[in-house]
T-cell receptor
Framework: GQQLNQSPQSMFIQEGEDVSMNCTSSSIFNTWLWYKQDPGEGPVLLIALYKAGELTSNGRLTAQFGITRKDSFLNISASIPSDVGIYFCAGQLGSGGGADGLTFGKGTHLIIQP | GAVVSQHPSWVICKSGTSVKIECRSLDFQATTMFWYRQFPKQSLMLMATSNEGSKATYEQGVEKDKFLINHASLTLSTLTVTSAHPEDSSFYIC???????????FGPGTRLLVL
């Protein structure tokens, strides 16, 4: 089956630093999504990407859909304590249509040191 | 964003019993919903696709007779874990797509502990 390689697995940073994480795949996905999950809760959508090459921002978050459709990155600028959590990339084969489930990366655990 | 709810948020049951988990789309209709399972410190794994008006489709390795899915209406899908065993203990999360691009929004999850 499809697999997403997400890195880094964990990050220890100081408050105010920028963060970068990425996902790669051996197969093409037509939709890339980034979610954040806090302990004991469901994933919350951060950014959705639908077109190869697309660069999208949501506040301090920026994500890009790779040209090859096999990768995506997420950047967080000027991290704050509430950014702590686990970030997941997810790929979807379909470009909209809602018929496909998501394939998730293994997650990046972001820890912010005071 | 769209709102998806799940009930219950957590459940403890004895081995051999059945447990039903509900997933509801609160402000939109969904002909398709998805069920995922997440073990501790792991990622989400797609279990099955719930289809309103037709049978669910299951991912490879997921037993359809153990994990019964019923998409009762355009806003409700249920997952029943039958004859639950301790190895079924996990975090079960549903999602539903909505909007022009059918973006998937997730419920808050249901923590199942089988004793």
């Amino acid at each position: 089956g499809q697999q997403l390689n997400q890195s880094p697995q964990s990050m220890f940073i100081q408050e105010g630093e920028d963060v970068s994480m990425n996902c790669t795949s051996s197969s093409i996905f037509n939709t890339w999504l980034w979610y954040k999950q806090d302990p004991g809760e469901g994933p919350v959508l951060l950014i959705a990407l639908y077109k190869a090459g697309e660069l999208t921002s949501n506040g301090r978050l920026t994500a890009q859909f790779g040209i090859t459709r096999k990768d995506s990155f997420l950047n967080i600028s000027a991290s704050i304590p509430s950014d702590v959590g686990i970030y997941f990339c997810a790929g979807q084969l379909g470009s909209g249509g809602g018929a496909d489930g998501l394939t998730f990366g293994k997650g990046t655990h972001l820890i912010i040191q005071p | 964003g769209a709102v998806v709810s799940q009930h219950p948020s957590w459940v403890i049951c004895k081995s051999g019993t059945s447990v039903k988990i509900e997933c509801r789309s609160l402000d939109f209709q969904a002909t398709t919903m998805f069920w995922y399972r997440q073990f501790p410190k792991q990622s989400l794994m797609l279990m099955a696709t719930s289809n309103e008006g037709s049978k669910a489709t299951y991912e490879q390795g997921v037993e359809k007779d153990k994990f019964l899915i019923n998409h009762a209406s355009l806003t409700l899908s249920t997952l029943t874990v039958t004859s639950a065993h301790p190895e079924d203990s996990s975090f079960y999360i549903c999602s539903a797509p909505t909007g022009h691009q059918e973006t998937q929004y997730f419920g808050p999850g249901t923590r199942l502990l089988v004793l």
